[in-house]
């Protein structure tokens, strides 16, 4: 069972923008560091965009950098990934990923995961 949910995803034109959030499931976690990876068809998943527990430092994949925008609630513990100018590419399974540990560009690092919503962008 997931342990974090994900929603926002759909299908949208190319240049449109789309908000993702990923919440909490059936449990209480605090101060987490959370991140966004992508799985398109055909392609391993990939790092997209992490932000430490404090939501003081952010990175990025070059390829959504000045695109993309990641985002956390600290009293919430939810996270946001804001993706605007969406381009055919960034077609996905997003699967929002959290840990109590700083958190980095590797999957090994995130021990809670949510099941993923997918993006389609058309053009």
């Known amino acids: 069972q997931a342990e974090l949910v994900e929603s926002g995803g759909g299908s949208v034109q190319a240049g449109d923008s789309l908000r993702l959030s990923c919440a909490p499931s059936?449990?209480?976690?605090?101060?987490?560091?959370m991140a966004w990876f992508r799985q398109a068809p055909g392609k391993e998943r990939e790092f997209v965009a992490f932000?430490?527990?404090?939501?003081?430092?952010?990175e990025y994949v070059e390829s959504v950098k000045d695109r993309f925008i990641i985002s956390k609630d600290n009293v919430k513990n939810v996270g946001y990934l804001q993706m605007n100018s969406l381009k055919a590419e960034d077609t996905a399974v997003y699967y929002c990923?959290?840990?109590?540990?700083?958190?980095?560009?590797?999957?090994?690092?995130?021990?809670?995961w949510g099941q993923g919503t997918q993006v389609t962008v058309s053009l």
């Open positions: 932000i430490s527990r404090s939501g003081a430092t952010s």
């Open positions: 059936g449990r209480t976690f605090t101060y987490l560091a």
């Open positions: 990923a959290a840990t109590v540990g700083f958190g980095s560009r590797s999957q090994r690092t995130w021990e809670y």
